[in-house]
Every structure is written in structure tokens, then in C-alpha cells.
């Protein structure tokens, strides 16, 4: 079963809009943390935000925010006032606190390219 | 500055020619990882290690192998590579909970 569900390949937006990219996660361990990463066209991975799962805010990180809805299973990315840079494809991933045979691994999805127009 | 260095950034082999590529990082983690990256499925573990001497099979860990013989080193070995391994390959160490680093990744062809 997939972990982290992403559903949407691209998305295409305004610059100066907001957006917001959806990510779907599912876990039985109470304890875990959900992270966004952006990786532009050059290929490195770029950590924006950490949620855990007993944090009782949402995470925010100058124009990044992540819409954290527990009992949905939901951690959705919002990025305000959309900018020329932000054209990137961007994973969710998750770890999960209860140690699996040792690895509390990242778990990825499968990415949304963000695309943003002038 | 707080890094994880990968070694070559771009590769072009041959099938069956043994390669490696190197990762190191300067921070001082116990955690490090191989990951792969394929359009339309993300990344995928390869293989882990927990400390030194201490490794683990990832998701996806047939045709790799690995070593953790210093702290800061977690090389990633191909015996004989296939086309099948052409991918973008990137090295991640954190410290216990903490954010994961990633190195700037490897892509690797396999003619």
C-alpha cells in the first residue's frame, strides 16, 4: 500500500498566486514526521518544512506552510505569493517513529512538478 | 558548512563494469542512506546504515552493495551494472531524529 500519495503529476500557476499541493500520508505508528522537499531542475534536494505528528501548530517557514490535518491524514504544502523560482518538481515524505527492523527510512511520494508562469 | 559530498556527479559506464560512487558527509551522523530516484516513483531506499559497520537492505538494495568502514564515508558499489540501474542516485545522513541532509546526486547511465 502506498505510504505517501501525491496525486497530482503537474500543476501550473500565476506567478504571485498561492498554491497548494496536495499529499495524502498513511501510518498506524502515533509518532511520525512529514517533510516537504523541493528539487529544482539541477537535481539537489532542498529541505522546506517538518511537521511532527504531535506538534500542535502547523509548520511554517517564510512562504511555506504545510496545512497539517491529522484526522484526514493530510499534509498539504501551501506556498504563498508564488514566484518565477519556485518552478520545481516537490516530494512529500514521511518517517515513521517506530523503528522497523531498524530504518526509520524517508518514505517519498511521488512528486507534483510545479510549473509557475509569468 | 554542513555538507554531503558526492563523487562523481555524472556517470556514463558500460553494462558490467564495476563502479563506485562515494559519499561522504562532515557532520558527524550515525545515519546514512542511499536512495534512488525514478520518474513516476520518487525515491526509493537502497540500502542504510546506522553507524559504523552497522548496514541494511533498503526497498530496493539487488545489484548494490555497500560499506561503512568510517563515520563520515558510505560508499555505494555496483559489481556489474545493468541499464535497469540507470537512475539518479543520492547519499543522506541525519543525526538521530533530525533533518535529513541530501548530497547533490549522481546520475548514472548504464549503456
Known amino acids: 500500500a502506498q505510504k505517501i500519495t501525491q496525486t497530482q503529476p503537474g500543476m501550473f500557476v500565476q506567478e504571485k498566486e498561492a498554491v497548494t499541493l496536495d499529499c495524502t500520508y498513511d501510518?498506524?505508528?502515533?509518532?511520525?514526521?512529514l517533510f516537504w522537499y523541493k528539487q529544482p531542475s539541477s537535481g539537489e534536494m532542498i529541505f522546506l518544512i517538518y511537521?511532527?505528528?504531535?506538534?500542535?501548530q502547523n509548520a511554517t517557514e517564510g512562504r511555506y506552510s504545510l496545512n497539517f490535518q491529522k484526522a484526514r491524514k493530510s499534509a498539504n504544502l501551501v506556498i504563498s505569493a508564488s514566484q518565477l523560482g519556485d518552478s520545481a518538481m516537490y516530494f512529500c515524505?514521511?518517517?515513521?517513529?517506530?523503528?522497523?527492523?531498524?530504518?526509520?527510512?524517508?518514505?517519498f511520494g511521488q512528486g507534483t512538478r510545479l510549473t509557475i508562469n509569468p | 558548512e554542513a555538507q554531503v559530498t558526492q563523487n562523481p556527479r555524472y556517470l556514463i559506464t558500460v553494462t558490467g563494469k564495476k563502479l563506485t560512487v562515494t559519499c561522504s558527509q562532515n557532520?558527524?551522523?550515525?545515519?546514512m542512506s542511499w536512495y534512488r530516484q525514478d520518474p513516476g516513483l520518487g525515491l526509493r531506499q537502497i540500502y542504510y546504515?546506522?553507524?559504523?559497520?552497522?548496514?541494511d537492505k533498503g526497498d530496493v538494495p539487488e545489484g548494490y552493495k555497500v560499506s561503512r568502514k568510517e563515520k563520515r564515508n558510505f560508499p555505494l558499489i555496483l559489481e556489474s551494472p545493468s541499464p535497469n540501474q540507470t537512475s539518479l542516485y543520492f547519499c543522506?545522513?541525519?543525526?538521530?531524529?533530525?533533518?535529513?541532509?541530501f548530497g547533490a546526486g549522481t546520475r548514472l547511465s548504464v549503456l
Open positions: 515524505a514521511m518517517r515513521e517513529g517506530r523503528v522497523i527492523q531498524g530504518a526509520q527510512k524517508l518514505v
Open positions: 501510518t498506524s505508528d502515533p509518532s511520525y514526521g
Open positions: 546504515s546506522m553507524n559504523v559497520e552497522v548496514t
Open positions: 557532520m558527524n551522523h550515525e545515519y
Open positions: 543522506a545522513s541525519r543525526q538521530g531524529q533530525g533533518q535529513q541532509y
Open positions: 511537521q511532527g505528528s504531535y506538534d500542535q
